[in-house]
């Protein structure tokens, strides 16, 4: 029950009106911030009880840099969109990254973490690629800066209530996924409700009807078979900490999933019990990424073979491998009272935020001069894409 409802919360609501009519799309009734839910019983986010931060990053460089995982080389093997605060670059010190940015992309301007993940491409059938744009989310939460980022994402995170969760540390950073993972990860946690791309059944961002990763007529952990009005990417980090490293070799090793598995988005949980190897309960945080792929459905430029066209920019055909990568940098105490503030979305009592406009102007130099726009022979750094696709 509690699933349901707080689905719902997440959910996109206009979806209600048109679900199940995935093949015929009909004008979208654009969703009311006001009262968009009226069959649901929203959580209050009242100030008492859970939190729930959604809220929109403009672009703040794209690169072929990694200091989490490849740090100091230039160029990292694959390429990356990044959002967040101006201190990102090739090697970043375990440190208050705070103190090093002077801006941040995001809506909330005391959060100058930085927040990353692979690109995604369209391959033609003369083998040249594109980049696919990534375009804003929409309007949730009288949320305006969400709808008008330049490229960029969504961040979210969320607390079950005051003094439930522990906000990260200065220098803390975490990974999540395999970027080299080509097929369905057959692990100890079905990561299935924690990585995921969404098939848009209509304009408007139709379909977005679940909480992310949970509705099976949209969402797959693999890349969409067929064309989409858009395709969105979700990415949940694991939400236990073992309360001592800041970061480890793998940049995971340091995080753990509840002991009763990966926690599904739901708008108000994190962890209900941490192993005791990781008994810190960390806030849920999730990416979110939109592209729009509408430019792409000519079926005459998709493969003859009846794959699907989109490749990520670690040269993954399925879409297994993605991955995100975070570097903690909110300011002073910023997010421990955010997660207490017991608030909604990109509205949290006393915590700062900037205008839409401001946070554009924020800008990290390209590090790899190479073009990454227009139609490319090859993907940056030319990955290889062993067996085309393993999608299921
Ligand atoms: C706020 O929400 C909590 C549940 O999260 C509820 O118990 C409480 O009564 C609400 N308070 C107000 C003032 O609405
Ligand atoms: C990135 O690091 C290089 C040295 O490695 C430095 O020259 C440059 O200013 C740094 N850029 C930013 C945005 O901090
Ligand atoms: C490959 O195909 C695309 C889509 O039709 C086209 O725009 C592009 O110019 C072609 N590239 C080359 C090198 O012919
Ligand atoms: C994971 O769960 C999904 C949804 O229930 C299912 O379709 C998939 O087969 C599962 N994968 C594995 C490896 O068990």
Redo the contacts with the bound molecule.
Sequence with gaps: MALTITAAVVVGLAAVAHAGDLSTPTPTPTPSPEAPWPDFAMPPYNGTGPTLLRFGCHQVVVDRIDPLVNPGSIPSPHQHQIVGGDAFNASMPVSDISELSTCTTCSYSDDFSNYWTSNLYFRARNGSYKRVPQIPNRLFFDDEFTTKTNGGMVAYYVSPGKGEVKAFEPGFRMFFGDAALRS???GQW?L?TQTCFRCYSGPDFQGDDLAPCQD?AVDTQHLPNGPCHGIRTNVIFPTCWDGKNLDSADHTSHIAYPVEGPHVFDGIGTADTCPDSHPVKIPQVMFEIVWDTTAFNDPNEWPEDGSQPFVLSTGDRSGYSQHADYVFGWKGDALQRAMDAGCIAANCPGIATQAVEEAAKCRVPEVVDENYEGWLDTLPGNPPQPSATTST
């Design positions: 369905e990860p057959q079905n299935s099976p």
